[in-house]
Nanobody, 125 residues
Framework: QVQLVESGGGLVQAGGSLRLSCAAS????????MGWFRQAPGKEREIVVA????????YYPDSVKGRFTISRDNPKNTVYLQMNSLKPEDTAVYYC??????????????????WGQGTQVTVSA
């Protein structure tokens, strides 16, 4: 089992920045691909970023590319999401997720095995 706990959400003005953290416990953290997802009211959960365990390759959808950056600190069992130039449309609950996969980075919700409880990010205009 893997437990994931997100932190760092909050209220920020458009153009501002936030850094989310996801602390993992349980099985060996470094064996998992990690992802951040978000879900806005009335919308489906969508991928924000994913990072592969094997080579550190990352995936960003166009909506966040150039603004968001993922990083992971395996010794600390923590993954971070740095969000810059935030927009009101970034408002959502953000979830950290782990996928038991040795290569690559899944981008679909169904490919992830473990989820955090979510943290709210609100960007005001």
């Amino acid at each position: 089992q893997v437990q994931l706990v997100e932190s760092g959400g909050g209220l920020v003005q458009a153009g501002g920045s936030l850094r989310l953290s996801c602390a993992a416990s349980g099985r060996t953290f470094s064996s998992y691909a990690m992802g951040w997802f978000r879900q806005a009211p009335g919308k489906e959960r969508e991928i924000v970023v994913a990072i592969a365990w094997s080579d550190g390759n990352t995936y960003y959808p166009d909506s966040v590319k150039g603004r968001f950056t993922i990083s992971r600190d395996n010794p600390k069992n923590t993954v971070y999401l740095q969000m810059n130039s935030l927009k009101p449309e970034d408002t959502a609950v953000y979830y950290c997720a782990a996928a038991l996969i040795s290569r690559g980075y899944p981008t679909s919700v169904g490919d992830y095995n473990y989820w955090g409880q979510g943290t709210q990010v609100t960007v005001s205009a």
